[in-house]
């Protein structure tokens, strides 16, 4: 059974830091474009970040770029989303999966983050 389990949210500062995790089981993911995604309340998931299989090139929503860094560890089967200078507007719910649909695992519960001014 394949299952995404996303962990590291919490409650910070404006201007703080946090790194999330996203480990996946039942499914190596190693030849798969993953991606961070977000919803916050009241709005629809939009696009985070996301890397290729081999960890060397990544891409960026244009309201966290220069501030978020994704990275994966294809050994341990789990992304990672390093979020510095976090702003009130980046509270949401972080998910993870696979940057395009047909590839896409059923969705883990999320990690939430909430940015306090």
């Known amino acids: 059974q394949v299952q995404l389990a996303e962990s590291g949210g919490g409650l910070v500062q ?43 090139s990544a891409s960026y929503a244009d309201s966290v770029k220069g501030r978020f860094t994704i990275s994966r560890d294809n050994a341990k089967n789990t992304v990672y989303l390093q979020m510095d200078s976090l702003k009130p507007e980046d509270t949401a719910l972080y998910l993870c999966n696979a940057k395009t649909a047909d590839y896409r695992m059923p969705w883990g519960q999320g990690t939430q983050v909430t940015v306090s001014s």
């Open 14 to 56: 404006a201007g703080g830091s946090l790194r999330l995790s996203c480990a996946a089981s039942g499914r190596t993911f190693s030849s798969y474009v993953m991606a961070w995604f977000r919803r916050a309340p009241g709005k629809a998931r939009e696009f985070v970040a996301d890397i290729d299989w081999s960890g060397s």
